[in-house]
Structures are given as structure tokens and as C-alpha cells.
């Protein structure tokens, strides 16, 4: 089982609320736009499973950006780098000529795996982009 800090604890908590409540806005506007015949998926559950990886998304990269996604005993680093593989492995996979990103102007199954590569190697971006911003404020507070 993970173990979160307190802190790490509230910061999920936070974020998961902020998550859900995108999520519920998505799927309304989405509602809204199925209620015209406005049909940008292939299907109606291709369309709420995509709205629901934005929602998934976000938290991810919310909680890595602010501390909360890795637990006490893992390593960050070590975590980064399986992210990148395996972003580089869906990356790769949606590369091949067999899968279609777009069918007749409708984002596809496929297209979904395009994005959870993406968010796959958002994690060590971000936990690079925080590591960062962490030295430059440390340098800073020295320098006072």
C-alpha cells in the first residue's frame, strides 16, 4: 500500500475534488453538445472516455507538479524514467501504421492512447520543471 505524508494526503484530496469537478463540467458541456447532434468521437463512450483522461491528467500532473504523486519510498527519479518508457512504448504503438488517430473527422479508440503516452511523458517533464523551479528558489533564499 502507498504511503502519503499528510501534507501529500490533503494535496491529493484537493486536487482529486478540482479533478472531478472538470470532469463533471466536461460532461455537461459534452451533454450540451450531444443534446445539438454535435458528435466529435467515434462513439458517445470514446467521447466520455477521453473527457474522463483530461480529468485523470490533470490530477496526475497537479499532484506531480506539487509533490503528491510519488509516495515516501519511491523514487522519483527512478519513477520518471518507467513513465518515459512506457509514454515512449504508447507513443510508439500509436506511430504504426495500423492505428487511425481520426475516423471520418471523429477521434477514434486510438486517439486515446495517443494521450495517455502524452501524459506518460508529461510526468518527468513536470517533475523536471518542479525539481527546477525547487533549485532556482533554493539558490535565491541562499543568495538572501
Given amino acids: ?22 470532469l463533471s463540467i466536461l460532461l455537461f458541456l459534452n451533454s450540451l453538445l450531444n443534446s445539438l447532434n454535435v458528435q466529435w468521437g467515434e462513439t458517445y463512450s470514446i467521447e466520455t472516455l477521453f473527457l474522463l483522461e483530461i480529468s485523470i491528467g490533470y490530477y496526475v500532473l497537479k499532484n506531480t507538479y506539487q509533490g503528491a504523486f510519488f509516495d515516501k519510498y519511491e523514487n522519483p527519479k527512478r519513477q520518471s ?7 515512449l512504448i504508447y507513443l510508439y504503438l500509436v506511430h504504426s501504421p495500423s492505428f487511425a488517430i481520426f475516423i471520418d473527422g471523429k477521434i477514434s479508440q486510438d486517439f486515446l492512447h495517443l494521450f495517455v503516452g502524452i501524459i506518460c511523458l508529461a510526468i518527468p517533464m513536470v517533475f523536471l520543471i518542479r525539481t527546477m523551479v525547487d533549485k532556482s528558489r533554493e539558490k535565491k533564499r541562499e543568495m538572501k
Fill in 1 to 22: 500500500m502507498r504511503e502519503y505524508d499528510e501534507y501529500q494526503k490533503f494535496i491529493r484530496y484537493k486536487n482529486g475534488t478540482q479533478a472531478f469537478l472538470l
Fill in 81 to 87: 524514467l518507467y513513465s518515459f518508457l512506457w509514454g
